[in-house]
């Protein structure tokens, strides 16, 4: 297999791999996003006094993810 | 298997939800990567060559799963805030939170990889036409619906909030749907109807549809993730919950 021509995309190589390029960035960042919750949350969980501190910044981001 | 052995109800409470849903999640993410490099494998190694649109083509292996996803999750979103809103029940209102994230990331790459196959098929990045403007609706119904729920502070007044917008905008799917055949479009037609056959080559759609499954696996998998982690931070008071993150 040639891959030279497989990268090339008869042309087309920005269009088509752009396209996917865009979807993994895309997925893969709403998984890191989740990843940084998830720490976020335990983080808090772990010290009560923080939770108390940062509920009023929790709220304006929990919905963003 | 009768159905009374399984007291669906159960899985209503969040109690009892959180641990289900955290046994499956692994489940849904291998068959997430495993569907994806199928998918990938199928569509770019055994699909041939479009003889009309060459390689460009490949872009609607990812295009129409993407499309599907932003129409489907919406309409998801739309009944489980219905759901929690009539029945008064917190875990749907919390699955619709969860859910709107990744439909609007389905929406905007449906969008963009439209944008990146529009380029070379038709010669523009955009058009105002009736598909392409009701599914940039589509996409500013689910950040309206995550910007009003995240302006509210009482979490069940944002649930009602947000059902009330999610409910209205469902009219905007069967729009979107039925936009090609409505109005004139520069967008093709559906390829794929239950009536008739697909009119495309068996690889071709194969490809499609294993991507369509992957997308819908990654969707449970991240949403279950999240709920999960809406559940953590609304019920952090509720007894089972500290036994259970401890």
């Not at chain 1, 996003?33 to 010290?47: G, I, N, Y």
Request: glycine share 6%; aromatic share 16%; with cysteine.
């Amino acid at each position: 297999m040639n891959w030279a021509k497989f990268f090339s995309m008869g042309g087309y190589a920005l269009y088509v791999w752009g396209s996917y390029g865009v979807t993994f960035v895309l997925l893969g960042g709403e998984v890191l996003l989740l990843l940084k919750r998830k720490r976020d949350l335990a983080k808090r969980e772990s010290s009560p006094e923080l939770e108390h501190r940062s509920s009023q910044i929790e709220t304006s981001f929990q919905e963003i993810q | 298997m009768s159905s009374q052995k399984i007291n669906w109800y159960k899985y209503a409470a969040p109690a009892n939800f959180y641990p289900l849903a955290g046994k499956m999640i692994p489940w849904f993410a291998i068959l997430t990567a495993l569907l994806f490099v199928a998918g990938l494998y199928v569509g770019f190694f055994v699909a041939p060559t479009d003889f009309q649109q060459g390689e460009a083509y490949r872009i609607i292996f990812i295009h129409v799963p993407a499309a599907w996803m932003g129409m489907f999750l919406y309409v998801l979103m739309a009944i489980y805030a219905g759901v929690g809103w009539a029945f008064n029940a917190r875990l749907a209102s919390m699955m619709a939170t969860a859910i709107s994230p990744t439909g609007a990331i389905f929406t905007f790459i449906s969008l963009v990889t439209g944008s990146l196959w529009g380029r070379p098929a038709w010669g523009v990045w955009w058009v105002w036409d009736a598909r392409l403007t009701s599914t940039l609706i589509l996409m500013f119904l689910y950040i309206g619906f995550i910007s009003l729920q995240s302006s509210i502070d009482d979490p069940r007044r944002a649930d009602r909030a947000g059902a009330i917008l999610a409910l209205v905008g469902v009219i905007n799917v069967p729009i979107i749907y039925f936009s090609v055949q409505w109005w004139n479009s520069l967008h093709q037609g559906a390829t794929i109807r239950i009536a008739n056959k697909p009119t495309m080559a068996p690889t071709m759609l194969a490809a499609m549809l294993i991507l369509l499954a992957a997308c819908w696996m990654y969707s449970i998998a991240v949403v279950l993730v999240r709920v999960r982690y809406i559940i953590r931070e609304r019920e952090r008071e509720a007894p089972w919950l500290v036994e259970a993150v401890a």
